[in-house]
């Protein structure tokens, strides 16, 4: 079993919608929780990041974590064709090390 | 943007042909990485490094060598390169201070071995 699992998509919306991405992790011991967004060409950059459970919002993005399902979402509101890229969850390990979902590539289209 | 550069953007290339994958970071941190990438599937880290002179392999296995003898340069080697080789090959590096460990990423290098 994969130590965290995100499905790889595509997943395509039409512009202004709600999106929701997702991960499932296996360890409760993880503490930090992190999306990364990357686009086509590029390496991937941090977006938003969370730390135990509960909510962080940032404009239309919002960041959520429910450790008693070990689940981890990220929500864009009024979506835009800018926001299509690839969304890559992530946590670390006692090491410090990055532990990577599989990445959801996103499409918006116009 | 993240001051981490990479070199070759892109690479075609024989099989059993040397090749290094440049890495360079103006940042000042400690910590690099090397990142292997296919589609669809999750980043899978090939090397490391924690600073000058400290190496570490990473969690793939991987028939690549890395040095560090300069703080801001992390160089990956393939020796003979092999069609199995062809991948997106990304380079980061963290400050690494804290457990939140955030990672600044080059822009990659795709490789690909005939």
């Known amino acids: 079993q994969k130590e965290v699992e995100q499905d790889p998509g595509p997943l395509s919306v039409p512009e202004g919608a709600i999106v929701s991405l997702n991960c499932t992790y296996s360890?409760?011991?993880?503490?930090?929780f992190m999306w990364y967004r990357q686009y086509s060409r590029k390496g991937p950059e941090l977006l938003m990041y969370t730390y135990s459970s509960g909510n962080k919002e940032d404009g239309r993005f919002t960041a959520q974590v429910d450790k008693s399902s070990k689940y981890i979402s990220l929500f864009i509101r009024d979506s835009q064709p800018s926001d299509s890229a690839t969304y890559l969850c992530a946590t670390t390990d006692s090491n410090y090390q990055l532990i990577w979902g599989a990445g959801t590539k996103l499409i918006i289209k116009p | 943007e993240a001051d981490i550069y990479q070199t070759p953007r892109y690479l075609v290339i024989g099989t059993g042909k040397k090749i290094t994958l440049e890495c360079s970071q103006t940042m000042g941190h400690d910590k690099m990485y090397w990142y292997q990438q296919d589609p669809g599937m999750e980043l899978h880290l090939i090397h490391y490094?924690?600073?000058?002179?400290?190496?570490e392999k990473g969690d793939l296995s991987s028939e690549s060598t890395v040095s560090r003898i300069r703080t801001e340069h992390f160089p990956l080697t393939l020796e003979s390169a092999r069609p199995s080789h062809t991948s997106q090959y990304l380079c980061?590096?963290?400050?690494?201070?804290?457990?939140?460990?955030?990672?600044?990423f080059g822009p990659g290098t795709r490789l690909t071995v005939l």
């Open positions: 980061a590096s963290s400050a690494g201070t804290q457990m939140l460990n955030e990672q600044f």
């Open positions: 490094s924690y600073g000058v002179n400290s190496t």
């Open positions: 360890n409760s011991a993880f503490q930090y």
